[in-house]
């Protein structure tokens, strides 16, 4: 099973951007939890990061051509990208949604998601352990949809 894992704008600032609310584990450990954890799985992974709109929708067209899911976490551009919308609606690839924080514990425009219409479901609220779980959910998911 084949999961491509894309994160957006300002991410590679972890570890950096205000801990208190995104915690202290840096970009680089994060990914090496990722990684772990996907091994763990059995699951083959790519990460890969930008803080560019459009490099963002080129990672999921991309995607189509070899994975069987994609996790995302799309940052602020969840609250207003109707390109990246397009783009993973477009895929037809299971997509699970991810973010670091209670998106619906913080302030009024993060509540709404333009992605989550597209996403098979997202996973919030649970830091590291947010891309974590959702590769456990997109493995389930994959495996569900070849029985
Ligand atoms: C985020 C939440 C977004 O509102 C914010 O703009 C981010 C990170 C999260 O992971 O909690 O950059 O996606």
């Keep these: 099973i084949k999961i491509a894992v894309i994160h957006g704008p300002n991410l590679n600032m972890l570890g950096i951007r205000d801990p208190d609310i995104y915690g202290k584990d840096n970009f680089d450990s ?4 990722i990684e772990a954890h996907a091994k763990s799985l ?10 560019s ?18 996790v995302i976490n799309p940052g602020a551009y969840t609250h207003y990208s109707y390109a990246i919308r397009d783009a993973i609606g477009d895929s037809r690839l ?4 991810v973010h ?3 998106v619906h514990a913080r302030e ?20 590291t352990n947010s891309y974590l779980l959702a590769l456990t959910a997109a493995k389930r998911l994959v495996e569900e949809s070849h029985r």
Excluded at 42 to 51: A, D, H, K, M, V
């Design 108 to 127: 009024e425009f993060r509540r709404n998601s333009v992605i989550s219409p597209v996403s098979t479901g997202q996973i919030v609220g649970f830091g």
């Design 53 to 70: 709109e459009g490099a963002i929708i080129d990672f999921v067209q991309e995607a189509m051509s070899w994975a069987d899911a994609i």
């Design 42 to 51: 059995g699951l083959e992974i790519t990460i890969q990061q930008s803080n």
């Design 30 to 33: 994060v990914n090496q939890k």
């Design 100 to 102: 670091l924080t209670n």
């Design 94 to 97: 299971p997509t699970i949604e």
